[in-house]
Each structure stands twice: as C-alpha cells, then as structure tokens.
C-alpha cells in the first residue's frame, strides 16, 4: 500500500523559511516523479515544483527563485525548502507522486503571515 506522509508545515512570518518532507512507502520510490502542489482557500491546486527521477527540476514562476524541490531517494523522500516566504504562500501543501495510479498526501499547512 502506497502511503505518502507530508510534515514541516507550520506558522511563519513574512520574509521566513520553512523545509516540507515527503516521505514514500510501498512504492519503488526512486523511478516516479514527484509534485509539490498547493491549494490556498477557495483557490484550486496548483503545481509549485516536480522533479523527475534524475532530479531535472521545474517550478511556477511564482515561486521561481526561492523554493528549492529536491529528493533523497534512498530515504524515499522528496524536500521543498521554502525562502522569502510571502503571505500569498499561505495554502495546504500536498505531495503527489505521479503514477498509475497516481498518490497524494494528506497535506501539511503553511501559514505566512506576522
């Protein structure tokens, strides 16, 4: 059973950081790629970063230049680490990994505001 655990969420000012985990279970980890997705309220999903599993990366142009997606596959995790973080950044962040079927995570919370 494929099992996706997102941690690292929490309460940061303006201007902060914050590091997201995904960890993988029950899955052959290293050949699939992963997303970070975010949804803010009453917004729709959407994709903030993927990287493949040779670790080729792309981001939204929102985010551009301060989130960072990475992966550890043999720890069967994928990282987002977050700088200049800003009040629009605010939304539950999911992981997903893309496959047939494809997985999402529970989400973790992300709250920028001072």
């Known amino acids: 059973q494929v099992q996706l655990v997102e941690s690292g969420g929490g309460l940061v000012q303006p201007g902060g950081s914050l590091r997201l985990s995904c960890v993988a279970s029950g899955t052959m980890f290293r050949i699939y790629v992963m997303d970070w997705y975010r949804q803010a309220p009453g917004k729709q999903r959407e994709l903030v970063a993927h990287i493949t599993s040779g670790g080729s990366t792309n981001y939204a142009d929102s985010v551009k230049g301060r989130f960072t997606i990475s992966r550890d596959n043999a720890k069967n995790t994928m990282y987002l680490q977050m700088n200049s973080l800003k009040p629009e950044d605010t939304a539950v962040y999911y992981c997903?990994?893309?496959?047939?079927?494809?997985?999402w995570g529970q989400g973790t919370q992300v709250t920028v505001s001072s």
């Open positions: 997903h990994l893309r496959g047939i079927p494809d997985y």
